[in-house]
């Protein structure tokens, strides 16, 4: 896994030495130690929580004096949807000890990243969300049209650890009456395709439902709102899921209490971080005007530290580009970080790193890919977050 690490610039004898320990705006950020001091930085604290209010963003002050309807119009519906979503998030109120049923089955570090930095919402995220709930609001008045007995919608759900102080405190979407006798569970999911089989995090949010509400099945639909699809599937209550969801709950709980992250739960999947709002600051930390540059020139392209192909970590590689380099010291000089990107997995970053030291180029982190994830996927993620933090990619 790429751990958050800071090599300092080498003496620029061809053989690099590396640094750590020094701040990088301190004086001593680029002094030099044995290459083979190297060892993974530790994980940053995070600091406290911000402040409830401050996960809004708002582009302008809103107002419709002497603005053209349409404005007027987009202008309410921006102030509307921060207003709502507000409203739910004081609803949500955040303490350790607490988890939703709809997080419990994220990677763990993820839980633990969203309650000390909750994600911030803008327009744009809160117009999805409200579509998505849009839907929610719809199904049980189509279900009642299709003539299906709707017992409850939005019903809050509270559990609590068997021997711990710890919470699982959520909604249920739907209570339906199957044949006049049986109450089933419905969690509703907005998709923008359907899954082959339900999701391992949906089953134990369901499984927390049918544990709290003492039923024996319930059913995760879902509607595909960008092809129309829809697919539902049974779940039977297995109490000895709870057992998991617990041990899931008090990891999360522990590390939280501890300010430690814990282990990169999403990299062992194939898709979790690529959809993941704390990538960057899992995979790289926190960098401060970030220069990136690819270790490599590989099939997916990009300007390589070395000339030539077939060089990428081979232990001599004779000709490293002096133009890219300096940039790179000029960067880290200007305290800035550099981030090197290689398509290469996780299982050959130390070799990277080794071959950057050995040949003498600075630099802040290397970023490379969990080896289960596809490198089109991958790259395209990095990419994406390197643009939305504003760093500037060689060339
Ligand atoms: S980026 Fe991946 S490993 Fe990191 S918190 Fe997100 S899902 Fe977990």
Not at 374 to 390: I, N
Request: charged share 30%; proline share 8%; glycine share 8%.
């Amino acid at each position: 896994m790429a751990e958050a690490r800071r090599y300092g610039l080498g003496t620029g004898n061809g053989k690099g030495e590396a640094e750590r320990g020094g701040g990088r705006n301190s004086p001593s950020a680029f002094v030099s130690a044995p290459a083979s001091a190297l060892a993974p930085a530790p994980v940053p604290v995070p600091a406290p929580a911000p402040a409830p209010t401050s996960v809004f963003k708002r582009d302008a002050p809103i107002s419709n004096a002497g603005s053209k309807l349409h404005e007027w119009l987009r202008d309410a519906l921006v102030q509307g949807l921060l207003a709502k979503a507000k409203e739910e998030q004081e609803e949500h109120e955040r303490r350790p000890n607490k988890l939703w049923p709809s997080g419990i089955g994220r990677c763990l570090r993820a839980q633990y990243y969203s309650y000390f930095f909750p994600e911030e919402f803008d327009a744009n995220k809160l117009s999805i969300f409200a579509t998505g709930k849009a839907i929610h609001l719809y199904i049980p008045e189509i279900l009642r049209a299709g003539g299906v007995q709707v017992k409850g919608v939005e019903c809050k759900v509270s559990l609590r650890h068997p021997s711990r102080e710890i919470y699982i405190d959520g909604r249920v979407d739907i209570i339906l009456v199957n044949d006049g006798k049986e109450d089933v569970v419905v969690e509703v999911k907005s998709a923008r395709r359907l899954p082959r089989e339900p999701h391992r995090q949906h089953i134990l949010q369901l499984q927390c439902y049918l544990n709290y509400l003492k039923l024996k099945r319930g059913l995760i639909l879902y509607w595909d709102k960008s092809a129309g699809n829809i697919a539902a599937y049974e779940v039977a209550a297995d109490p000895s899921v709870m057992g998991e969801v617990w041990r899931r709950c008090e990891a999360v709980c522990d590390c939280i209490a501890r300010q430690e992250p814990p282990e990169r739960e999403g990299a062992e999947n194939e898709w979790e971080c690529l959809f993941c709002e704390h990538f960057f600051r899992c995979h790289i930390g926190e960098v401060n005007r970030p220069l990136a540059v690819w270790l490599e020139s590989g099939i997916y392209g990009g300007v390589p530290i070395w000339k030539g192909d077939g060089q990428d970590l081979d232990p001599h590689p004779p000709r490293p580009d002096q133009k890219i380099v300096e940039r790179m010291s000029r960067a880290l000089l200007e305290e800035r970080d550099v981030v090197v990107l290689t398509e290469a997995d996780e299982s050959r970053r130390k070799a990277a790193e080794s071959l950057l030291v050995y040949s003498g180029i600075p630099f802040t982190v290397v970023l490379a890919r969990p080896w289960r994830y596809d490198p089109c996927r991958w790259k395209e993620k990095v990419m994406t977050e390197l643009k939305k933090c504003g760093a500037e990619l060689l060339p």
